[in-house]
C-alpha cells in the first residue's frame, strides 16, 4: 500500500473511533503496514476502550522501543500497573516520565497516591508540596495536602483559594469544585457549620456537573438496578452436587461508603491465616453489565433467570484470574460495594458465603458520605441521592437478613470502635479464622494497601467513635 492508503486507513479510522465504532476503527487501522507513532497511539487508545488491558499494554510498549521517552505510552503504562495493583512498575514508569519532564503534573500526581495508598505519607505529602510550586491553580493537589495534614492549608492558602474561584463562571470545572471542598474543611474545622455546608453544596454540585455521564450512572444504580432486582430470582442449570475439587470460602463485605468497611476489611486480613483480597473488583457488576453474561439471562415483567452453570464458571474464572492462581481451595475476601445489589446470586454461587454487613448510625453515615469527595460515585454529590442510596441499602439488607441469617453477620461501627477486642473476635470467628492481638495492631503491617478514603485514618489505632460531632448538622438536614 502507498503512504497516501496508510493516511486514508488512519483517517477513516480515526473517525470511526470518535463515533465510537471500535470495531469498525480497529479493522481499519490493522491494515496499516508502516504504523507510526500517531497510529500506534490511536491503536492503544482503541484498545483501552475496549477495555483490553493485554493488547493496550502490547502497543504501548512498541511505542516505547520506538520513542523510550514517548511521554503518552509511560504515562499510560503507569496508570495499568496502577489499576493492576503492580505499585512497583508503576512507582518506575512515573518516575521514567518525571526524569524526562519533571513538570508533567498527572504522573507527580499519580505517584503521590501510590504513596499515600502504600502509607508512604511524608512521601506523599512532600510530591504534592512540589505540585503547588509547579501548578499553583491545581487545587485537587490542595484538597490532597490537607487530607494528609491540616495544618498545611494556611489562612493565606484560603485567601488565594478565594480570590482565584471568586469570579469562577465555569459551574462544570472539576478542579473548582476541589476549591469549594477545601474551603468547607476549613470552615468544618472553624465550627462555622453553614458556611461548611454552603461550600460543600457548591463543591458537589460542580463535581456532579463536571461530567455529563454522571446522570446516567446515577440512574443506572439509583434506578435501573433497584427495579431489576426486585423482580424474583430464578435459577436453573444448577448443579447442586459438590466438587470435591473445589473448597472456596468467600467473605464479603457490604456498607455503604464511610461504615466501616475498610477497617473490617484489614481486621480480617491482618490474621495470621493468608487471605486472597479481591478489593473492590466489580466482578458481579461486570457480569451485569456484560452482553456475553446477558445472553445467559432472560427477564421478565416478574423474573430473570439464570444459567447458573454458565455463571459459576466464568464469575469463579474471573476470582482466579484477580489472585493469579490455579487453586480451587482457598478463602478470599470481596469488598466490592455494589455487590448487595446481587446478593442473591452471589449467595447462589457460594451458599456458604459468608456476609459481614457494616452499619452504623444513618444521620451520622449520611453527613459523613456528604463531607466528602468520593468522586467514583455520583450518587454522593446529592443530599436526596445519598438518602435514596441509604434507604435502598437499608431495605435490601434487611430481607438478606430474614432471608439468609446464618450467613450474614452484622457490625455496627460504634460497637466495633467501643469494643474492639470483642468485637474483631466475633468477626473472625464468623468468618472461621484464629483471632490474635495482630488483628488490631494492623496499623504494624508494612503490606498494608488501602486506596479508599479512609487510607489515613487506617495508618492509626483504633479511636473511639465521637457521636457528638454529627449533633450540629441536625438543624440543617430533615431526619431519615
Given at each position: ?388 442510596y441509604i434507604s435502598l441499602y437499608n431495605k435490601k439488607l434487611s430481607q438478606l437478613e430474614e432471608n439468609y441469617k446464618n450467613n450474614i453477620l452484622t457490625i455496627d461501627l460504634k460497637k466495633l470502635t467501643e469494643f474492639p477486642v470483642d468485637t474483631s473476635k466475633k468477626i473472625m470467628s464468623f468468618c472461621d479464622l484464629k483471632w490474635s ?44
Open positions: 500500500m502507498s503512504i497516501l492508503d496508510d493516511q486514508e486507513l488512519f483517517s477513516k479510522g480515526l473517525q470511526l473511533f470518535k463515533d465510537n465504532n471500535l470495531d469498525n476503527s480497529l479493522n481499519y487501522i490493522n491494515k496499516i503496514k508502516n504504523k507510526n507513532l500517531n497510529t500506534l497511539k490511536l491503536l492503544s487508545q482503541i484498545y483501552k476502550k475496549k477495555n483490553d488491558v493485554k493488547n493496550t499494554k502490547i502497543i504501548l510498549n512498541k511505542i516505547i522501543n520506538l520513542d523510550k521517552k514517548n511521554l503518552y505510552a509511560l504515562y499510560n503504562l503507569g496508570e495499568i500497573s496502577r489499576e493492576e495493583k503492580n505499585f512497583i512498575e508503576a512507582e518506575k514508569f512515573y518516575l521514567t516520565l518525571i526524569s524526562y519532564n519533571e513538570n508533567f503534573v498527572p504522573a507527580h500526581f499519580n505517584l503521590a497516591s501510590i504513596y499515600e495508598d502504600k502509607g508512604e505519607l511524608s512521601l506523599a505529602k512532600k510530591i504534592y508540596l512540589k505540585l503547588v510550586d509547579i501548578d499553583k491553580k491545581n487545587f485537587a493537589v490542595y484538597f490532597n495536602l490537607q487530607r494528609l495534614d491540616e495544618d498545611l492549608i494556611t489562612n493565606e492558602t484560603i485567601k488565594y483559594i478565594n480570590q482565584e474561584i471568586k469570579n469562577e463562571k465555569n459551574l462544570k470545572n472539576k478542579n473548582i469544585a476541589y476549591a469549594h471542598f477545601v474551603l468547607a474543611k476549613n470552615y468544618r474545622k472553624k465550627k462555622n457549620i453553614k458556611k461548611e455546608l454552603e461550600e460543600l453544596s457548591l463543591g458537589h454540585q460542580i463535581f456532579f456537573n463536571s461530567d455529563p455521564i454522571n446522570k446516567d450512572i446515577v440512574k443506572y444504580w439509583l434506578d435501573t438496578i433497584p427495579k431489576m432486582i426486585s423482580k424474583k430470582f430464578l435459577f436453573y442449570n444448577n448443579e447442586k452436587k459438590k466438587d470435591k475439587n473445589y473448597d472456596i470460602k468467600p467473605i464479603f463485605i457490604f456498607g455503604i461508603p464511610r461504615s466501616g468497611t475498610t477497617l473490617v476489611e484489614t481486621i480480617i486480613t491482618s490474621g495470621d491465616e493468608r487471605i486472597y483480597n479481591a478489593g473492590e473488583n466489580l466482578i458481579f457488576q461486570k457480569a451485569f453489565q456484560s452482553s456475553k453474561f446477558n445472553k445467559k439471562m432472560s427477564e421478565g415483567k416478574e423474573f430473570i433467570k439464570f444459567d447458573m452453570k454458565y455463571f459459576k464458571k466464568n464469575i469463579l474464572k474471573n476470582y482466579l484470574k484477580q489472585f493469579s492462581t490455579d487453586s480451587k481451595k482457598f478463602k478470599f475476601i470481596d469488598r466490592t460495594m455494589t455487590n448487595f445489589f446481587f446478593s442473591e446470586l452471589l449467595l447462589e454461587l457460594f451458599p456458604n458465603a459468608k456476609i459481614i454487613n457494616c452499619k452504623r448510625n444513618n444521620f451520622h453515615n449520611f453527613v459523613a458520605i456528604y463531607q466528602q469527595c468520593l468522586n467514583n460515585l455520583p450518587w454522593s454529590h446529592s443530599v436526596k441521592d445519598i438518602k435514596k492481638q495482630k488483628v488490631l495492631k494492623y496499623y504494624e503491617r508494612k503490606d498494608l494497601i488501602c486506596s479508599t478514603a479512609s487510607n489515613i485514618q487506617i495508618r492509626k489505632k483504633i479511636f473511639k467513635y465521637d457521636s457528638a460531632k454529627f449533633l450540629p448538622y441536625k438543624e440543617y438536614f430533615d431526619e431519615f
